[in-house]
């Protein structure tokens, strides 16, 4: 199969396409990706001259540009993750989000009709579902939950939801749709709140921690997710959306604590920041449709997903020093400077 992959340069992307050059060698990947800040070459290094593996350097938005790979390419199946994804910079600029996650996602749909596909597949997000309060540990998001953004980025990604559920019912499109639960692993880049924990420790720097670090998010190791996405799109029933998460709720304090002593470093770095305007709760995702339809499980435990974490920023330290040397250290002055 020819397997279009969108956003391979970034976190979950990136993985996903190591995951799949590896597992896949009959299978060519062809990865597109604009490069924004959150893209990095540097990721897919390890697989660029797998035979495999090809990479476009190319906007989504940009429907020329995408239409010729489908000529040359001829893609099977198509994975969508490129998207803006930082909440803290949709809440500064929301404009990109709507291009890209919006905009972008319009344009991969229709070169898929153009075209025609086997499998259309959006990555989605548990944030289209809003949050849930913190007193109700029973309630967890099931994909009959009602979409009920709270920042730019969730509503962006919820608009990309729809359209892609308009387009399998207008124009029959063979689509499905996943929607993942909070990710950590390698690659991750160091503005989302582990590897900046990490990142920060590391150099002795305080931790700013939202709040009172009391929201809880729902942490799944990144080749968990990448497994599940794979198994949808050969597996997964036309038409549906499938959530993914594995019931790993934690506190951003305890996540914050948990990394801090792995490292051996003192809690004296915490430092309590000003809120996120409209800051999520609470996000917990029930996986009983993904489990009993397709078999899957979360496979890596928080406990042993973190130390290969830590691990993988202590022994990869050149990938993400480059980064924090480069355009991120201006928005981090900006984001973090008068808080
Ligand atoms: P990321 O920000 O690390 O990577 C995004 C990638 O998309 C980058 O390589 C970037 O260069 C590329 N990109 C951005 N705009 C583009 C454009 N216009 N054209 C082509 N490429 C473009 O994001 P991530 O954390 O890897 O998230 C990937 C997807 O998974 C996103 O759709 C996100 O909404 C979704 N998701 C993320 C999480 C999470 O915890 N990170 C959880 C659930 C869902
Ligand atoms: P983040 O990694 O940005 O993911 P998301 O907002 O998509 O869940 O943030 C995870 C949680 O950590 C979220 O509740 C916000 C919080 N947070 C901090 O407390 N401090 C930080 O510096 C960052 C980046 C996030």
């Known amino acids: 199969m020819n397997i279009i992959v969108t956003g391979g340069a970034g976190f979950i992307g990136g993985n996903f396409c190591h995951f799949m050059v590896n597992t896949y060698p009959d299978d060519t990947i062809i990865c597109i990706d604009k490069l924004t800040y ?22 989504i938005c940009d429907r020329e540009g995408i239409y010729k790979i489908f000529e040359d390419e001829k893609p099977d199946v198509v994975i969508n ?9 949709s809440i500064t600029n929301p404009e990109i989000f709507l291009e890209t996650n919006i905009i ?10 153009k075209y025609g596909i086997k499998r259309y597949h959006q990555v989605s997000t548990d944030e289209v579902y809003g949050d849930l309060p913190l007193d109700r540990p029973d309630l967890f998001f099931t994909e009959e939950t009602p979409i009920h953004t709270s920042s730019p980025y969730s509503s962006s990604k919820a608009s990309a939801d729809l359209l892609v559920m308009a387009y399998m019912r207008t124009y029959g499109l063979p689509c499905t749709i996943s929607r993942c639960s909070n990710n950590y692993g390698p690659y991750h880049f ?6 900046l924990i990490i ?9 700013p921690v939202y709040g ?12 968990d997710h990448c497994r599940a996405i794979d198994l949808i799109v050969r597996k997964g029933k036309e038409g549906e959306v499938y959530n993914i998460g594995g019931h790993n709720e934690k506190t951003n304090l305890e996540v914050v604590k948990t990394v801090l002593s792995a490292l051996g470093k003192s809690e004296d770095l915490i430092t309590y920041v000003t809120d996120r305007p409209g800051h999520d709760m609470r996000y917990a995702i029930d996986p009983t449709k993904i489990h009993n339809e397709l078999g899957w499980l979360p496979e890596t435990r928080f ?20 980064i924090i040397s480069g355009e991120y250290q201006n928005y981090y002055e900006k984001q973090y400077g008068n808080r």
């Open 81 to 89: 993750f490129a998207a803006e994804s930082h909440v803290d910079r």
């Open 303 to 322: 406990e042993d997903g973190i130390k290969q974490t830590i691990d993988w920023y202590l022994n990869n330290k050149e990938w993400w020093e480059h």
């Open 199 to 207: 990142a920060n420790a590391l150099n002795d720097k305080t931790i």
């Open 104 to 113: 972008g996602t319009s344009v991969m749909l229709d070169a898929c009709r």
């Open 190 to 195: 160091p503005e989302k709140l582990i590897p």
């Open 38 to 59: 959150a893209g990095n070459l540097e990721t897919l290094a390890p697989i660029m001259d797998k035979p495999n593996f090809k990479f476009y350097k190319t906007d």
């Open 212 to 223: 009172k670090g009391e929201n809880v998010r729902d942490w799944l190791f990144v080749i």
